[in-house]
């Protein structure tokens, strides 16, 4: 019996000691490659984000607040940058909501089905929305999570499009989504001119021309005794 235990001993022993030369063998370290200073080991590409959803969740409850319209100046927003075609909201700035965002665009997704392009959103539904029940008393709280949406300004651009589409079929998937949503708009293309508050920059007018103050008419002076009426030149001095 002893001698079956020393001889298995044995043999478990020489074993482990092959199976150790063998790791120690083939374990080598592997060869140092120097890679320029700009690579990357990882996939720098970000996972697609929906513009509906933000990346993350709200830190705490916003208040309703209202859409930021520049008076700056600025027209940012106001034109088609990414596709050919776009849709404005023209009438007044407002909230919309993400599920309404979401309608617009499967109503436009299914008007164009079968046609090749490409569709951008210029808008994200980050703002988050709080609501109390139905029949609920004044107080106690601003209330519970609802949903998520968007302040959209007036005069911005929402959806656009690129592809190879006639005209037309673009204008109709737009309208078809705008009557699904909230507000008033407007098809546009590129090169449409820019809109700064609510007049559009066709040629002729000008920012410098906006910003100048507008010159207050000359009033006539008071009519003499026999009642005839001052005659004012071109340049407003009486004539």
């Known amino acids: 019996m002893e001698v079956c235990l020393s001889s298995i001993r044995m043999r478990t022993s ?3 000691s092959k199976a150790n030369t063998f790791w120690r063998r083939h374990r080598q370290i592997p060869p140092i490659r120097f890679y320029p200073s700009n690579h990357r080991s990882f996939s720098a590409t970000s996972s697609a984000q929906s513009y509906l959803l933000p ?26 940058v990414w596709g050919d075609y776009g849709i404005r909201m023209c009438d007044h700035h407002r909230r919309v909501s993400a599920a309404q965002l979401k309608v617009g665009e499967d109503t436009i ?8 392009y490409r569709f951008y959103a210029r808008v994200a539904a980050n703002i988050p929305v709080f609501t109390s029940g139905n029949e609920v008393r004044m107080g106690k709280g601003k209330g519970s999570f ?17 592809g190879n589409m006639h005209e037309q ?14 507000g008033q708009y407007e098809f546009v293309k ?9 007049t559009k920059l066709v040629p002729g007018v000008t920012k410098e021309d906006l910003f100048r103050p507008r010159l207050k008419r000359p009033q006539p002076p008071p009519s003499d005794e026999s009642g005839a009426q001052p005659v004012l030149a071109a340049d407003g001095t009486l004539a």
Do not use: C
């Open 190 to 198: 590129r090169g449409d001119p820019a809109v700064m508050g609510m």
């Open 55 to 80: 990346k993350q969740g709200y830190k705490r409850k916003a208040r309703k607040g209202r859409p930021r319209v520049r008076t700056g100046g600025s027209v940012k927003g106001t034109t088609v």
């Open 169 to 182: 079929v673009v204008r109709d998937a737009f309208r078809l989504a705008a009557a699904k949503m909230p």
């Open 146 to 162: 609802d949903h998520w949406a968007s302040r959209i300004a007036v005069n911005k651009i929402i959806f656009e499009l690129k």
């Open 109 to 116: 997704r299914r008007r164009l089905k079968g046609e090749q």
């Open 14 to 16: 020489a074993a482990h």
